[in-house]
T-cell receptor, first 111, second 112 residues
Framework: KQEVTQIPAALSVPEGENLVLNCSFTDSAIYNLQWFRQDPGKGLTSLLLIQSSQREQTSGRLNASLDKSSGRSTLYIAASQPGDSATYLCAVNQGAQKLVFGQGTRLTINP | NAGVTQTPKFRILKIGQSMTLQCAQDMNHNYMYWYRQDPGMGLKLIYYSVGAGITDKGEVPNGYNVSRSTTEDFPLRLELAAPSQTSVYFC???????????FGSGTRLTVV
């Protein structure tokens, strides 16, 4: 059974710092991995999608990497801003309609 | 471009009542999904559909029913609400799971 773990569960950093969020998964047979952002009381916003054949994807200040063989993905946020404060979720797609989510990392950027 | 629209945003139900959570998408996506998110937990799949007229159970289907009569709509039905169904419900759609998912803003349901 696929298990997705996100560490740390919560992270607080001062504004302007670069930071890395981690996601690990137990079964490397995945189609893709998606990073989402969730603001309090809101839905999920897709940030980046990495296919299993790709190593990384970039969007603005965000960079996501994927190492399928080791079962790891990282989300790098450059020059963090208070508006980046949210919960970040990773989800792996195993096909057969199985999108398995981690429990998320709650990020707080302090002004 | 509305994307995935869920209604209502909030609802309080009494034990034993029934209700339907609505989900509509305007992107002509074949794949649609219902997830629930409990506090401090990841999302769990309730039901999914790969096209109009085709639905199947996910990880936690007990207590729920779905139908998919059109490509656009995928309602979730709770027949006899129980406190264990207190959760936030998210609907999602995808043109193909290999191309990622788009989520609605959620319905926060409380059963008392």
């Amino acid at each position: 059974k696929q298990e997705v773990t996100q560490i740390p569960a919560a992270l607080s950093v001062p504004e302007g710092e670069n930071l890395v969020l981690n996601c690990s998964f137990t079964d490397s047979a995945i189609y893709n991995l998606q990073w989402f952002r969730q603001d309090p009381g809101k839905g999920l916003t897709s940030l980046l999608l990495i296919q299993s054949s790709q190593r990384e994807q970039t969007s603005g200040r965000l960079n996501a990497s994927l190492d399928k063989s080791s079962g790891r993905s990282t989300l790098y946020i450059a020059a963090s801003q208070p508006g980046d404060s949210a919960t970040y979720l990773c989800a792996v797609n195993q096909g057969a309609q199985k999108l398995v989510f981690g429990q998320g990392t709650r990020l707080t950027i302090n002004p | 471009n509305a994307g995935v629209t869920q209604t209502p945003k909030f609802r309080i139900l009494k034990i034993g009542q029934s209700m339907t959570l609505q989900c509509a998408q305007d992107m002509n996506h074949n794949y649609m999904y219902w997830y629930r998110q409990d506090p401090g937990m990841g999302l769990k799949l309730i039901y999914y559909s790969v096209g109009a007229g085709i639905t199947d159970k996910g990880e936690v289907p007990n207590g729920y029913n779905v139908s998919r009569s059109t490509t656009e709509d995928f309602p979730l039905r709770l027949e006899l609400a129980a406190p264990s169904q207190t959760s936030v419900y998210f609907c999602a759609s995808s043109p193909d799971p290999n191309y990622g998912y788009t989520f609605g803003s959620g319905t926060r349901l409380t059963v008392v």
